[in-house]
Nanobody, 121 residues
Framework: QGQLKESGGGSVQAGGSLRLSCGVS????????MAWFRQAPGKEREEVAR???????RYADSVQGRFTISRANAENALYLQMNDLKPEDTAVYYC???????????????WGQGTQVVVSS
């Protein structure tokens, strides 16, 4: 099975930017959809953005226009560019892989360990 490892989290003031990276290793390849999830304290984990095997993307309404998901297959990497960050974006962010089954399923097959993002007002 493949492995995912996030990096790039940290603390930033509202209005600032961060770029999260996810290193992909093992059997996870081009036939996997990739996604970013986040979990804020006391809240359920939610999907933030996903990218399918054709590089089509989808975003949660709360981040549309501010976040950009991208993948670099040659580098075995997934990215999340986060701009105009808000305090409500504070959460642990997780990278996830979803095996393509003719469609991208809802539930990931592989999770990273997460990286903390804190946005102060």
């Amino acid at each position: 099975q493949g492995q995912l490892k996030e990096s790039g989290g940290g603390s930033v003031q509202a209005g600032g930017s961060l770029r999260l990276s996810c290193g992909v290793s093992g059997y996870i390849g081009r036939r996997y959809c990739m996604a970013w999830f986040r979990q804020a304290p006391g809240k359920e984990r939610e999907e933030v953005a996903r990218i399918d095997i054709y590089d089509a993307t989808r975003y949660a309404d709360s981040v549309q226009g501010r976040f950009t998901i991208s993948r670099a297959n040659a580098e075995n990497a997934l990215y999340l560019q986060m701009n105009d960050l808000k305090p409500e974006d504070t959460a642990v962010y997780y990278c996830a892989a979803l095996e393509y089954l003719g469609y991208c399923p809802r539930t990931p097959d592989v999770w990273g360990q997460g990286t903390q993002v804190v946005v102060s007002s």
